[in-house]
């Protein structure tokens, strides 16, 4: 039997040449289907990856009870001193905590094509960068605390306009110009940085919107939970910060998960036909062939499994083909949604999810046209060739 599907198969694959424009109609479709798929699966992979960077299980992040996002909690100033009093949270070197109450709000900028967004303007308190390690001034200086002066994350220059060292930034009490340039790897590189008091004075806030810790060892959490949630002076929400830029990601990968499946999805169904089609005309093309074939003694299993892999060896040729073109314009590509700044990645684990997609299409599409070539009675094969 494998002996016989081997042949059939063999025959099937050399006289491809003969059939070449009508195969193509496979390999392009599903180019078309997998380049498009993975091209927007690029734009979530990168983002699930600059968050999980971004998330720190050795930090803490506290919110206000119940905000679902930084932007939407508030912790008034005294509220801020009783969870960095908390236990649980490492000490720095002179005993103070480390702890840095946070402040984030939204800044009016201009794409590079034009179009007006907003990107996030970061407080930095004294403990922001002793809390990141990760941080790594590239150029210019640090702002100085107290004065209207901003750095601006490498990510921004390929996002934004008039944002290098030297340039300005309008807030609320004026022009901030943009001191030094910085990365940490993670959300931070598209955004903006300054002295928290001093932000909060020319935004006009009286209340922080999150604090960060650094805890003192992988267990320390639980501890530092207990003391936030049981004492009745506050109503704040511990999490780690893995945990909470997981939840974050949580809904937006969903969103675009089910834009980039349902268009696949779509796609898919219109490279089923082409399929379909293609494999009709194959099999009635080789009409003499395969009734010559069964009147040898080939049984009708060889020949249906030779059409099925003939589709499936056309569609993953084009699904290679269309991962090939993803991944050489996509991966490792600058990106940017909303305030956001990372690299679109083509992983491996998508390219191999994009290649049981078009076995799945050459299964449904070459599964009827197999049977037809199986059940065709010779006699009447070779009287209509």
């Not at 704040?236 to 696949?264: H, R």
């Not at 399929?275 to 049984?299: H, P, S, W």
């Not at 491996?348 to 599409?365: D, K, R």
């Amino acid at each position: 039997m494998l002996r016989q599907i081997g042949i059939v198969s063999l025959i099937n694959f050399r006289s491809l040449r003969l059939r070449i424009w009508r195969s193509l109609v496979i390999v392009i479709g599903m180019a078309c289907v997998v380049g498009v798929l993975l091209s927007m699966l690029s734009l979530t992979e990168g983002l699930l990856e600059v968050y999980q960077k971004t998330g720190d299980p050795g930090r803490a992040l506290v919110v206000s009870t119940g905000a679902q996002f930084e932007a939407s909690s508030s912790i008034p100033r005294d509220k801020a001193r009783l969870v960095m009093d908390a236990p649980g949270i490492a000490k720095a070197a002179d005993g103070s905590p480390l702890a840095d109450p946070q402040l984030g709000v939204g800044v009016p900028v201009i794409r590079l094509n034009g179009r007006p967004a907003y990107t996030g303007l970061r407080g930095f308190g004294p403990k922001a960068l002793a809390l990141r390690p990760e941080f790594r001034l590239v150029s210019g200086r640090m702002f100085r605390p107290g004065k209207h002066e901003l750095i601006v994350g490498v990510g921004a220059h390929t996002m934004f306009r008039n944002m290098n060292v030297g340039d300005k930034v309008i807030l609320p009490d004026g022009e901030w110009p943009i001191v030094g340039s910085f990365t940490t790897g993670d959300l931070l590189d598209g955004q903006l940085a300054g002295d928290t008091d001093t932000v909060m004075l020319a935004v006009h806030k009286t209340a922080y919107n999150s604090v960060l810790v650094r805890l003192a060892s992988p267990d320390s959490f639980t501890t530092f939970k207990r003391a936030l949630t049981t004492n009745p002076a506050l109503a704040v929400d511990p999490m780690l910060q893995s945990e909470w830029y997981k939840k974050q990601s949580d809904g937006f990968s969903t969103f675009f998960n089910v834009i980039a499946y349902g268009i696949g999805i779509i796609m898919a169904i219109g490279a089923l036909f082409g399929c379909l089609n293609t494999m009709y005309a194959a099999v009635a093309a080789r009409g003499r062939e395969i009734a010559t074939l069964r009147a040898l003694g080939y049984g009708a299993f060889p020949v249906a499994v030779s059409v099925i892999l003939e589709a499936m060896l056309l569609s993953v040729a084009g699904a290679l083909i269309g991962a090939a073109i993803a991944w050489a314009l996509y991966n490792g590509a600058d990106g940017g949604f909303g305030g956001s700044f990372f690299k679109l990645t083509v992983s491996p684990a998508m390219i191999g999810m994009a290649l049981l997609w078009a076995v799945a299409v050459a299964l449904l599409g070459g599964i009827l046209p197999s049977i037809r070539a199986a059940r065709r009675p010779v006699v009447e094969a070779l009287r209509a060739t």
